[in-house]
């Protein structure tokens, strides 16, 4: 099922969007705010 979810995620340019941002926020949270 996994498989089916990543080529679907492929094939859709607002999923494949959406998982950056997901990335990004991820990578924002791992930075200790001052």
Same mark, same amino acid.
Do not use: F
């Given at each position: 099922?996994?498989?089916?979810?990543?080529?679907?995620?492929?094939?859709?340019?607002?999923?494949?969007?959406?998982?950056?941002?997901?990335?990004?926020?991820? %990578?924002?949270?791992k %930075?200790?705010?001052?």
């Open positions: 099922m996994r498989k089916v979810v990543r080529r679907v995620k492929d094939t859709d340019p607002l999923e494949s969007i959406d998982d950056k941002l997901n990335n990004l926020t991820k %990578i924002v949270e %930075i200790p705010v001052p």
